[in-house]
C-alpha cells in the first residue's frame, strides 16, 4: 500500500483518536502531556501513531469555537 493509500484510509481514524486525546486534557490537567504520550507509544502501526501526533498538533493549533 503506498504512503498516499495508507494516508486516505486512515485520515478518518487519526482525527478521531487526536480528538480523543485533546478531549482528556482538561481532565488530566498536568498529567495529560505523560498520559498522551504513553496513548501515541501504543499506537500501531508507527504511520498512523505519526498521523495521529501530526492531527493533535494541527487541532492544538486551531483557535477555539
Known amino acids: 500500500m ?3 493509500d ?3 484510509q ?3 481514524r487519526a482525527t478521531s483518536e487526536a480528538r480523543r486525546l485533546l478531549a482528556q486534557r482538561q481532565a488530566l490537567g ?4 505523560g ?3 504513553t496513548e ?4 500501531t502501526p508507527p504511520a498512523f501513531a505519526s ?3 501530526r492531527e ?5 493549533d486551531e483557535p477555539e469555537r
Open 2 to 4: 503506498s504512503r498516499s
Open 6 to 8: 495508507f494516508h486516505r
Open 10 to 12: 486512515h485520515a478518518e
Open 30 to 33: 498536568s498529567r495529560w502531556l
Open 35 to 37: 498520559w498522551v504520550a
Open 40 to 43: 501515541l507509544y501504543q499506537l
Open 51 to 53: 498521523m495521529v501526533r
Open 56 to 60: 493533535l498538533a494541527r487541532l492544538n
